[in-house]
C-alpha cells in the first residue's frame, strides 16, 4: 500500500506545474470531489474541473500535510491572477486501491465575490 501522504502530496505538486497526465495517474476510476460550488463523479469529470482549475491560477503551494492510513489531509494557497489574497485551501484525501477515490476540497467562497 502507498503511503497517503505521500501521494496526495504527489497529486497537487502536479497539479501545481499544471500536469494533467500526472494528475490522472493518482485518480480512482470512480472518483468523487466536491467543493463549495460543484460536486463531480468519475475520473474524466474530475480531470476536466482540474484542468479548469490549472486555468485560473499561477502558483499552488502546499503549506501542510498529514494523513492516515486510508486518508490524507493537504492545506495549501493558490495564487489567481486578480485576486487581492491568495486563496487557502484544505483537501481531505480518501483512498482506495492505493488510487484516491474521494476529494472534499474546503475553502472560504467570500475570496470569489467581488468587494463591495
Known amino acids: 500500500m502507498k503511503d497517503t501522504v505521500t501521494t496526495a502530496v504527489a497529486y497537487y505538486t502536479a497539479l501545481g506545474k499544471k500536469n494533467l497526465e500526472e ?3 493518482y485518480l480512482h476510476p470512480d472518483i468523487q470531489f466536491s467543493d463549495p460550488q460543484e460536486k463531480v463523479i468519475g475520473k474524466e469529470a474530475v480531470l476536466k474541473a482540474a ?5 485560473i491560477f499561477k502558483t499552488l503551494t502546499i503549506h501542510a500535510k498529514f494523513g492516515s492510513e486510508d486518508q490524507a489531509m493537504i492545506v495549501y494557497d493558490v495564487e489567481i491572477p486578480n485576486f487581492s489574497k491568495n486563496l487557502r485551501a484544505a ?6 486501491e ?3 477515490s474521494k476529494i472534499e476540497l ?3 467562497t467570500r ?3 467581488k468587494d463591495k
Open 23 to 25: 494528475v490522472k495517474k
Open 51 to 55: 484542468q479548469g482549475f490549472t486555468n
Open 91 to 96: 483537501s481531505l484525501l480518501s483512498f482506495q
Open 98 to 100: 492505493g488510487l484516491i
Open 106 to 108: 474546503i475553502y472560504d
Open 111 to 113: 475570496c470569489l465575490m
